[in-house]
T-cell receptor
Framework: DAKTTQPTSMDCAEGRAANLPCNHS???????VYWYRQIHSQGPQYIIH?????ETNEMASLIITEDRKSSTLILPHATLRDTAVYYC????????????????WGLGTSLAVNP | DTEVTQTPKHLVMGMTNKKSLKCEQH?????MYWYKQKAKKPPELMFV???????INESVPSRFSPECPNSSLLNLHLHALQPEDSALYLC???????????FGPGTRLTVT
């Protein structure tokens, strides 16, 4: 079962910041939040991940609330090429006797960046 | 080389056929994954290999048989599939289990 909830779709104007929210109210203390995106007809692409602190890389910023029950992915200057489905994911630990980790994918937000 | 390649791009097979999907990476990653993705749904994990050993099988039917001949290659052997197995099959790799995964473009499989 998904551990995250996201809006089904969002729109953003080109050049503006895109803020994609995600709720993960049942997240455990050692579970990371990951974001991937999938452009139409391509494989998913890793964007960013975090545990407690805010994170930034060349693609995006990840803001995690202090209680860790929600997070926001920020694309600072959205372009048409950022149109994609954005998945908010929780990485769970110790899923079996082998102490394996798994990504639990949300249903995704379809982001449309408009000219 | 930061790429995961998958062949073929498209595959149409009958329910009695045997076929294989192939995945390759040359990034030195030691974990490799197979996912299945239906339209408008997120990817579903099928199998995980870690250091060439199968570490996770998500209760996948035996008509799907994974194989990891070496650290760069991952195969998925298909036999007696059903039409509902039609989907996009994605391969991914990561430096170790649980770290960020690099995905290939997928194989679009149609079972007739």
């Amino acid at each position: 079962d998904a551990k995250t909830t996201q809006p089904t779709s969002m729109d953003c104007a080109e050049g503006r910041a895109a803020n994609l929210p995600c709720n993960h109210s049942t997240i455990s203390g050692n579970e990371y939040v990951y974001w991937y995106r999938q452009i139409h007809s391509q494989g998913p692409q890793y964007i960013i991940h975090g545990l407690k602190n805010n994170e930034t890389n060349e693609m995006a910023s990840l803001i995690i609330t202090e209680d860790r029950k929600s997070s926001t992915l920020i694309l600072p200057h959205a372009t048409l090429r950022d149109t994609a489905v954005y998945y908010c994911i929780v990485r769970v630990e110790g899923v079996d006797a082998g102490n394996n980790r798994k990504l639990i994918w949300g249903l995704g937000t379809s982001l449309a960046v408009n000219p | 080389d930061t790429e995961v390649t998958q062949t073929p791009k498209h595959l149409v097979m009958g329910m009695t056929n045997k076929k294989s999907l192939k995945c390759e990476q040359h990034m030195g990653h030691r974990a490799m994954y197979w996912y299945k993705q239906k339209a408008k749904k997120p990817p579903e994990l099928m199998f995980v290999y870690s250091y060439e050993k199968l570490s996770i099988n998500e209760s996948v039917p035996s008509r799907f048989s994974p194989e990891c001949p070496n650290s760069s290659l991952l195969n998925l052997h298909l036999h007696a599939l059903q039409p509902e197995d039609s989907a996009l099959y994605l391969c991914a790799s990561s430096p170790h289990r649980g770290l960020e995964q690099y995905f290939g473009p997928g194989t679009r499989l149609t079972v007739t």
